[in-house]
């Protein structure tokens, strides 16, 4: 892959971003394929006053599935008197099918077709007290041709002709210290295959995540996360039959610290409490894992 991307600064508030790609993805077993994307896009970035908006489209040409137009307008405005802003985003997108889907050894279908889909929001920020906000959103998203995993025995990916994710998104961040940074999201989510009324594959319903980060010293960072997911819908791996997988929650902690401008220490633990769950059905995640390393900066 090779890819370009160049910000012209119109004015002040303004900004265009301009960007190109190609790439080249290929497979060698159990047959030879390949596929080439090239793509452009272009981002208008702008704010005045209190309103704040990108549009922007993107152009694909696919050599197995042809050319594709895709955009996405996102405004915003802030009221000032009160500290809310509201905004809202609209856009279409365009998803081929990678040659693992195509062609790969583990289940395939070369008859796939590529996903289109419609999605907006609408939603508002807060801000409260020093340091504080919040914030919720709406989201709506329509598919047509969703990828998904097949039925057994080869679980070969197929496309769903109508399918629909819709739900809420909110999120409190605090600040009480300069030095310490809160948050806290939640996101319920709806996603099913409207033409048969089903639920789709491994989207659990409920998520919350937790983050602190604090900046203890100026070359000392320590940051911890809490992520927790509810049970979704899954096909067991060796009855091949319908299941309800279990939800999990794990957490991570990680330091960094810099030793010089260049040179900065970290270290990190995942899956702190070594919780055992898996993801998706049949295969168990890694437990407690502890790493560290040198980064260098030049």
């Given amino acids: 892959k090779l890819d370009w991307q160049g910000n012209v600064r119109i004015d002040d508030a303004t900004t265009l971003v301009l960007g190109a790609e190609t790439a080249r993805d290929a497979i060698h077993a159990p047959l030879a394929a390949g596929i080439t994307t090239n793509a452009g896009f272009a981002e208008l970035q702008t704010a005045m006053g209190g309103f704040a908006a990108s549009a922007s489209l993107r152009y694909d040409d696919n050599s197995r599935f042809g050319g594709k137009l895709t955009w996405r307008l996102a405004p915003s405005y802030l009221i000032a008197a009160t500290g809310t802003r509201l905004k809202a985003s609209i856009g279409r997108g365009f998803k081929a099918p990678s040659l693992e889907d195509l062609y790969g050894p583990y289940g395939h279908n070369p008859d796939l077709k590529a996903e289109t889909s419609t999605g907006y929001d609408v939603g508002l920020e807060q801000a409260l007290f020093d340091g504080a906000s919040v914030g919720v959103t709406w989201f709506h998203n329509d598919i047509a041709n969703l990828i998904e995993t097949g039925p057994p025995p080869s679980y070969a ?100 610290y810099a030793v010089t401008p260049m040179f900065t220490v970290y270290g990190r633990i995942n899956n702190l409490f070594d919780a055992r769950y898996q993801n998706p059905s049949g295969f168990l995640q890694p437990g407690l894992g502890g790493y560290a390393g040198v980064k260098v900066t030049l």
């Fill in 157 to 256: 990916p197929v496309n769903i002709g109508k399918a629909r994710t819709q739900g809420i998104e909110a999120f409190a961040a605090w600040s009480p210290l300069g030095t310490l940074r809160l948050r806290a999201d939640y996101t319920y989510t709806e996603a099913e295959d409207t033409m048969v009324g089903t639920a789709l594959l491994r989207r659990p319903q409920n998520k919350v995540s937790l983050n602190a980060l604090w900046q203890a010293r100026a070359d000392l960072t320590l940051d911890a996360a809490l992520l927790a997911s509810s049970g979704w819908s899954d096909v067991d791996r060796e009855g091949f039959f319908p299941v309800k997988a279990s939800g999990y929650t794990v957490a991570d902690v990680s330091v960094n």
